[in-house]
């Protein structure tokens, strides 16, 4: 066996290879001498191809058996045609139509209350100057979450199966210094999701009284389930608003596959409306798939189907961007996911969709929500500036601007609301 490939028998990328490809692996670095740069790519490739579920590393790379060693000429025609083999299916549309994620367990989190110091409010933990960005400021109301997106950055951030809540929140939440004069804009969805746990040790009930001492404070609740019952037993102030991420039915079923399905989620966002509740839209991260302009396209048609402009305080669009130490823990999870089965480049030092795919995807999200456009705040998180004028027909010319019409927008749509909930 090739000295340098057991340099990486340690590594989680390595012995998440399946057995099988593990063996060619090491059957293939006996007949040729790789670099170790060779030998981490194709690695890298092998794993991706076992999660995108596009075949074996012996499939793509032919074999060997009447090659003889030594054989540099053919070692290197092979690992070209094995990287644009891997290049090729990332380079056109992924096809979910015969993919299946596999037996989906749930998870069982291990839960612990935290009394410490910790702080509960921070910056947006993606926030940049290189990137259109709102400001928006994080309430850890919780810390990690149970839904497992397969594309999600949380993983990257907390580890063992452990959901922390706070046994102080209340007294943390009290002690916030919150500038009265000045308008701010807090999530709860960054490090969780913010209705899943429903009103477990008190967590709504806490927000919403946090929410009611501090009318300056928009204080945002953003899911991907459907559990709203206890929220709606509970009296919402008028500054809390209700968001929903939302995705096409083939991108839940193989990529957010413990979430509630977009019917349940939109069916709880009408009843949250219903109450005159603030309610507002993520489409994202939208996905670029085979199929996915008819999909994004009755997506659309059904939010601006069941829900009225005068309902919707926001919608925001975005696509997946990734750092690289969430690349690199996604190729060491033991699951089926065709997430990174896409064109990657450097995007403010992230990775993401190249620009041309991205100005197609949210072209087609703005149009097929056009008749909100006038009564609606939409915007792009965290996506490059120059995408705003070609998707929007405008654009900011930093950060400050872009947060000060956010939070303008925000308190006249909420104004509007309560006006008719009274």
Not at 89 to 115: R, W
Not at 134 to 162: M, R, W
Not at 185 to 205: A, F, K, P, V, Y
Not at 409 to 416: D, E, G, H, L, T
Request: charged share 30%; glycine share 4%; proline share 5%.
């Amino acid at each position: 066996m090739d000295n340098k490939l057991s340099q990486f028998h340690g590594s989680r990328e390595y012995l998440a290879l399946e057995k099988r490809d593990r063996e060619f692996l090491e059957q293939i670095c006996r007949n040729w001498q790789f670099s170790v740069q060779q030998i981490r790519q194709i690695i890298r490739i092998s794993r991706d191809l076992e999660t995108w579920d596009e075949g074996s590393l012996e499939e793509h790379w032919g074999v060997p058996e009447s090659l003889k060693p030594g054989d540099r000429g053919e070692k290197e025609k092979r690992f070209k045609s094995l990287t644009l083999s891997w290049q090729k299916l990332k380079d056109v549309p992924k096809d979910y139509s015969n993919f299946s994620p596999g037996k989906i367990v749930n998870p069982v989190p291990g839960f612990q209350a935290i009394l410490d110091e910790r702080q509960i409010l921070g910056d947006c933990p993606v926030a940049s100057e290189k990137t259109r960005c709102c400001n928006l400021k994080t309430l850890d109301a919780v810390i990690n979450c149970g839904f497992d997106c397969s594309y999600c950055s949380i993983q990257s951030f907390y580890s063992e199966n452990k959901i922390l809540f706070h046994s102080d929140l209340k007294e943390k939440l009290a002690k916030l210094n919150l500038d009265p004069g000045k308008t701010w804009h807090i999530g709860t969805g960054q490090s969780s999701d913010s209705l899943m746990w429903g009103n477990r040790d008190g967590l709504l009930e806490d927000l919403c009284r946090f929410a009611w001492k501090n009318p300056h404070v928009i204080l945002e609740l953003k899911t991907k389930s459907d559990n709203v019952k206890e929220l709606l037993e509970l009296d919402v102030p008028p500054n809390m608003l209700l968001t929903w991420s939302l995705n096409t039915p083939p991108l839940i079923a193989a990529e957010e596959r413990l979430t509630a399905s977009l019917e349940k989620r939109l069916e709880a966002a009408r009843m949250v409306a219903d109450r005159g509740i603030a309610v507002g839209f993520h489409l994202h991260p939208m996905v670029w798939y085979k199929g996915w302009e008819s999909d994004y396209e009755a997506l659309t048609r059904e939010m601006t189907r069941q829900f009225k402009a005068e309902e919707v305080l926001c919608v925001s669009l975005g696509t997946l961007t990734f750092i690289k130490p969430v690349l690199k823990q996604l190729r060491e999870r033991p699951i089926l996911s065709k997430i990174l089965q896409m064109p990657l480049e450097e995007a403010a030092g992230k990775w993401s969709y190249p620009l041309k795919i991205k100005e197609e995807l949210f072209k087609a999200a703005a149009t097929g929500l056009k008749e909100w456009r006038e009564d609606v705040f939409f915007y792009m998180c965290m996506e490059d500036p120059q995408l705003w004028q070609p998707v929007f027909g405008r654009a900011y010319t930093d950060n400050a601007e872009f947060e000060k019409d956010m939070l303008y927008n925000y308190q006249k749509k909420i104004s509007a609301i309560q006006n008719r909930r009274k």
